[in-house]
């Protein structure tokens, strides 16, 4: 599986925009670009994904760079609730089961 | 809508006591299911997947095995549990539509 690579951790105040990068050099053809979100002690929910194109939705918008070489999560406008464990990973459409390895994340603190 | 079910969420098992844990997936057909397992601080280790009943693929060697006894019903278990197997054990399911896993709330197993 294409790997990604994350920063271990990132900060921001309450009310402003968050800008999370993740790198997968990597990348095939066929792997989505997923982001998940881990609150303490709680399991990972699923935030957003695309292939090629950015992507809005309520809860955050994804770009992805022209050579898919890398993506950025944004939060708009970060609340104390968003403070949480994020994970970038690759999921292959085609196999594998939908098998994604979730590294370390990026842990997120958004202070008042 | 689905909805998935771990329990317990909290466990405290002395060594070379058995274990058992359930997950089960409401509102969906043949979904593939997953174990996996998060040390404290860590990303998500994939320790079984299933895409079928009575299919298990193991990702990792241990001390823990896994069953399908039904579609929508997971289980993972072990004859004789090792201060090791000690972490947050994650139960999640993903659906065909959209490659999407969910996941339930999660079982802290604490082995003393």
């Known amino acids: 599986d294409a790997k990604t690579t994350q920063p271990n951790s990132m900060e921001s105040n309450e009310e402003e925009p968050v800008h999370l990068p993740c790198n997968h050099s990597?990348?095939?053809?066929?792997?989505?670009i997923h982001w998940y979100r881990q609150l303490p002690s709680q399991g990972p929910e699923y935030v957003i994904h695309?292939?090629?194109s950015n992507v809005n939705n309520r809860m955050a918008s994804l770009a992805i760079a022209e050579d898919r070489k890398s993506s950025t999560l944004i939060l708009h406008r970060a609340t104390l609730r968003d403070a949480a464990v994020y994970y970038c990973?690759?999921?292959?459409?085609?196999?594998?089961?939908?098998?994604?390895?979730f590294g370390d994340g990026t842990t997120l603190t958004v202070k008042p | 809508s689905q909805t998935i079910h771990q329990w317990p969420a909290t466990l405290v098992q002395p060594v070379g006591s058995p274990l058992s844990l359930e997950c089960t997936v409401e509102?969906?057909?043949?979904?593939?299911l997953y174990w996996y397992r998060q040390a404290a601080g860590r990303g998500l280790q994939l320790l079984f997947y299933?895409?079928?009943?009575?299919?298990i693929s193991s990702e990792v060697p241990q001390n823990l095995s896994a069953s399908r006894p039904q579609d929508r019903q997971f289980i993972l278990s072990s004859k004789k549990l090792l201060l090791s197997d000690s972490g947050f054990y994650l139960c999640?399911?993903?659906?065909?539509?959209?490659?999407?896993?969910?996941f339930g709330a999660g079982t802290r197993l604490s082995v003393l």
């Open positions: 999640a399911w993903r659906g065909w539509a959209k490659n999407i896993q969910y």
């Open positions: 990597t990348i095939s053809g066929t792997d989505y």
């Open positions: 695309g292939l090629t």
């Open positions: 990973i690759l999921r292959d459409v085609m196999g594998s089961a939908g098998k994604s390895t």
């Open positions: 509102g969906t057909s043949n979904p593939n």
């Open positions: 299933s895409v079928g009943i009575g299919q």
